[in-house]
């Protein structure tokens, strides 16, 4: 293998098959890169032929303890290491030979990784800079330890024996804006306990599916039918009422759970207009809150069964075939007898007409053009989609409909849902100055559809008059060197990254971007709409950054400078890193 500088790069180390077998965890991963230098001497190349060695310390993230028999390896597992007690571990390198003017030593990695993994340990997003100035220099890597919620489901003693199944979501962001996820579950053992783990730090929120009962000594399968609705922890009736979870890394919270037997209802609902055999997603809101916990499913053929206890529901159908999507609902109210006379009728998606128009100089235009998409092409200028500002829908994206014939300019967002969307605009060049549908911004309001897709046109202006911002990272790692005179190779371990993110302060006119800081520590921001902003520099990626909630990024008061763009400005910024430590 060679990089881009001719260096030929090989590692030959011996597999530890008996290591190999040992208990597979999470492991964090740490990259490598070569850095090396031309050869200078018959003698010093000599001297390079004698083995070399990596070594490093595995270490717990939160106490910053060693981490003992922690497994060491490469990602494909051919070669590996424990830690010692000390958390330390060590790779004896031989030196590979094949060309006497390009000298390659064992530590010349080539996008590669090391991982590191331990049972109680996840995946760490980062190990933390490595600035190595000898071939003696030691690797460090922090494992994250493992959050877990316990705890135990409440059944009467008739209906331990019955394995009921807890779920567990987790607050995620997306684009600034929190949703919830699905990340785990879990189904309680005979005596009614539970245990979440391999959780990272965060919020979460857990419940317990329905469960029929089935207790051999009142099971009438002809008679009143008994379940268990879900219960969110503590004791509440629904999602959106449950109480958070704050789970900190290495720690553990413990749940206790009582659903309440309640007289279960069969429930029937016609789809009126579908072929039997299509792939229907069923969701059920209990009194219009939406949120996971009740089921009912699609038979196959022409309707939605189940059952339900007592209450009021809202029940939403959406059909996917292929690039098509039809969508209906109904509300439903159960009370003390079966349902069977509701239906839902299938409403296709629908289209909205996107205008954008180009309000950029001569300068912005010559980065246009057209792109072709299959067999077509259309002008280049933005691309434009909707996505769900539901907090649990994940599939209900819109994007525009591929050119049909050649030159096709005309934007079309298409099989649109109904529901609630921010709408998603990526400009070629220039930024967007504003986005709207009638008297609504977009910008910072969601678009509202109706059945069918019914929405006003999306108009879009675009302009490349936008302020620029130069910066500097202050307290970012020295770029490593290697000591004048001597020839070596040596494997230079990089942080995943530093990525500066400017933020539109509340009220702004400005918008979110972002960057990555070069290894140089130096960064650079382009065509950002006129506005206030907070410039944050994070040592990694930090992808849970809720920017788009003020009250969110308090905490960030004082951590970067605050900056005033106008039209055209540029503006120099020196911004400290902030450490995912802090």
């Known amino acids: 293998m060679t990089d881009g500088r001719g260096c030929f790069i090989a590692v030959l180390l011996r597999p530890r098959r008996s290591v190999l077998l040992w208990l597979v965890a999470v492991f964090v991963s740490v990259s490598i890169l070569p850095y090396s230098q031309p050869a200078q001497t018959q003698d010093t190349q000599s001297s390079n032929a004698r083995s070399s060695s990596l070594r490093g310390t595995v270490i717990n993230s939160v106490t910053r303890e060693p981490v003992a028999r922690a497994l060491v390896s490469s990602p494909d597992n051919r070669f590996a290491t424990l830690t010692d007690d000390q958390g330390r571990f060590e790779f004896q390198l031989p030196r590979i030979e094949s060309n006497p003017n390009i000298p390659t030593d064992g ?87 539970f245990r979440v783990a391999n959780l990272a730090a965060g919020t979460y929120k857990i419940f317990t599916d329905e469960l029929l009962d089935r207790d051999p000594i009142t099971f009438d399968p002809v008679g009143q039918l008994y379940g268990y609705p879900p219960i969110y922890y503590p004791a509440a009736g629904d999602f959106a009422s449950a109480s958070a979870i704050t789970l900190d890394a290495g720690k553990t919270f413990q749940v206790e759970l009582s659903p309440v037997l ?115 092409s259309r002008e280049a200028k933005a691309d434009v989609s909707l996505q769900p500002a539901d907090d649990f829908d994940t599939t209900g994206f819109a994007t525009l409909r591929l050119p049909r014939k050649p030159h096709d300019n005309d934007l079309v967002l298409e099989n649109v849902r109904p529901g609630r969307y921010w709408l998603q605009v990526n400009p070629y ?113 930090l992808l849970a950054v809720e920017y788009q909630n003020a009250e969110a990024m308090e905490v960030y008061e004082g951590k970067g400078p605050v900056v005033h763009l106008a039209p055209g400005q540029t503006q120099q910024v020196r911004v400290p890193l902030i450490s995912t430590k802090e």
């Open 429 to 541: 060049f220039g930024y967007v100055a504003s986005a709207v549908a009638g008297s609504v911004d977009l910008l910072r309001q969601p678009l509202v559809v109706g059945p069918g897709g019914a929405s006003l046109p999306i108009d879009i202006v675009l302009r490349d008059d936008g302020a620029a911002i130069e910066g500097t990272v202050e307290g970012m790692p020295a770029a490593p060197s290697s000591p004048r005179g001597t020839v070596s190779s040596f494997a230079v371990l990089m942080p995943a990254g530093a990525y500066v993110y400017c933020i539109p302060l509340p009220d702004s006119a400005g918008r979110f971007n972002a960057a990555r800081v070069s290894g140089e520590g130096v960064f650079q921001l382009q065509q950002l709409p006129p506005g206030v902003y907070r410039i944050l520099i994070f040592e990694f990626t």
């Open 107 to 193: 530590r010349a990695f080539f996008n590669s990784q090391l991982m590191a993994r331990k049972p109680g340990f996840l995946e760490a997003g980062s190990a933390g800079a490595y600035q190595p100035q000898s071939v003696a220099d030691d690797i460090t890597i922090a494992l994250i330890p493992e959050s877990l919620i316990v705890g135990r489901v409440n059944l009467p003693s008739s209906n331990q024996s019955d394995r009921i199944t807890v779920q567990v979501y987790k607050r995620q962001v997306r684009d600034g804006r929190p949703f919830w996820a699905p990340v785990a579950s879990a189904s309680t053992r005979s005596n009614s306990e």
């Open 262 to 376: 309640q007289p279960y209802y069969q429930v029937k609902i016609a789809i009126t207009n579908i072929e039997a055999g299509s792939a229907l997603n069923v969701s059920v809101a209990l009194e219009g809150h939406k949120g996971p916990g009740y089921s009912l499913g699609y038979n196959g053929e022409s309707s939605v069964e189940g059952m339900l206890p007592n209450g009021t529901y809202t029940v939403e159908a959406t059909l996917q075939q292929g690039q098509q999507t039809a969508n209906g609902s109904v509300s439903i109210h159960v009370k003390d007898a079966p349902l069977t006379h509701a239906s839902i009728a299938l409403i296709p998606g629908g289209s909205i007409p996107v205008n954008v128009r180009d309000e950029q100089s001569g300068k912005g235009r010559q980065f246009g053009g057209s792109m072709r998409y299959g067999k077509f």
